[in-house]
């Protein structure tokens, strides 16, 4: 799993929202995020795109996490609850595992557990590795 974690450094906008990932296996992840200004709308609660953006990030590391890179093809997200302060928590999990597509269902949760919002998605998976992602970056860094 460590090349997952070196693979995901390079997420831009899951660095400048604080996500970090808590744990990582085989089909299912969790990522929290802590409530910051950055995240709250006109309504002072956490944006839809804040909330989108955790169960994505979740979302893109477990459906990552067997080791070939996956990409989303389809999502929908509910809203179930406003969020207004403590810590985010998205937790993924495998659905359906088939050699091209798999599914997943995201929860977040509140600092509390109670659900925030429920995201669930659809990859296809490449037969690129992400092992195979991370040498290439580096040997680009290398020649840069």
Not at 4 to 21: G, P, Q, T, V
Not at 42 to 50: F, I, K, S, T, Y
Not at 75 to 98: C, D, P, W
């Amino acid at each position: 799993m460590d090349v997952l974690r070196e693979y995901f450094k390079m997420d831009n906008l899951a660095a400048a929202l604080n996500m970090k990932i808590e744990h990582i296996e085989p089909g299912g992840a969790v990522v929290t995020m802590p409530v910051s200004e950055i995240h709250m709308n006109g309504l002072n609660a956490v944006h839809g795109g804040a909330l989108f953006s955790l169960a994505d990030f979740c979302f893109a590391v477990a459906s990552n996490s067997h080791g070939r890179a996956a990409v989303a093809v389809n999502v929908n997200m509910a809203f179930y609850r406003a969020v207004t302060s403590g810590i985010l928590t998205a937790t993924a999990h495998e659905t359906h595992l088939g050699n091209r597509l798999a599914g997943y269902t995201v929860n977040v949760t509140d600092a509390s557990g109670a659900l925030a919002a429920v995201m669930q998605g659809m990859v296809y998976r490449k037969n690129e590795t992400i092992e195979e992602i991370v040498a290439q970056r580096k040997a680009e860094e290398a020649h840069s």
